[in-house]
């Protein structure tokens, strides 16, 4: 006998003594659990498979009567994936309830004790299926507004090489057509319109607002490649004009310079008059009224 008693103690030698306050402790095993009839067994999981005989169960829903085949060492959230395709139930939207308690998916069915021939009753849980057809919805939503925004930026990588293509034609000197331009700037408008219009959450808003500083960047771009387009044209004509047109353009300028602060009313120019001393006096009896003084 204690021989027996020494080698059932050198099997568990992995166990320990739980600590833990209080009357009674438990042994706790590494890979191992305690079942509720006190036996210890092999800890599981719902995705192991598992072989031997089959019980069968019998599930109500509503009038109907469905009878199941399954392993008990099954989990009842297997038990719920098999009673979809008969219900048309999501297996989240399911309550198995089993001598009057609701039984969480993880647990396995012999551990609660379901045998051959139990009875569960399988009922909708309304909530639940109301929020996984929201959060559907809002995946749905997140999915269309996330391929909008991969539309749309492919669109603005092609008209951002346009853009890039236009730079570095003005920049080099050369004249650009100004409805190449302005076409251009109503595209990438236009893109900016389509992003205002996706409403989107979290990442997709991120996504969305970068697209947006990328096509503000770009009109921009655009605004000042006008500029320095006008700038080219005026450059270009001067160019073009004769070498006497020019000459004669800049005699106007220097006499226009040298005659505008004579310019009265009219526009006509007049030079100041000569200072004589008779003049002087004339100047002098207007401010003062007094004939001015005679010095010898």
Known sequence: MLKKNSKAAGMLSPARQSTGGGGGGGLQVAGLEVRPGGMLVQQR?????FSGPKVKV???YGSACHEISILPQSSFGDLKKML???TGLHPNDQKLIYKEKERNSRAFLDEVGVTNGSKLVL??????RERRVLESRRSEKIDKASKAIAEIRLEIDKLAKQVSNLELEIYSGRKAKEAVLLNLIELL???LLKLDGIVADGEVKLQRREQVRRVQKYIETLDLLKAKD????QRHSNERMPKQMQHHLEQRKQRNLTTQWGTIGSGVAAAPPP?????AAHNFRYFYGNPPLQFQ
């Open 84 to 86: 979809a395709g008969l």
């Open 275 to 279: 200072f004589t001393s008779s003049s």
């Open 45 to 49: 999981n719902s995705d192991q498979i």
């Open 230 to 233: 006008a700038g080219n044209e």
């Open 58 to 60: 019998r599930v109500k």
């Open 189 to 191: 408008m236009s893109q």
């Open 123 to 128: 009922t909708e849980d309304v909530l639940s």
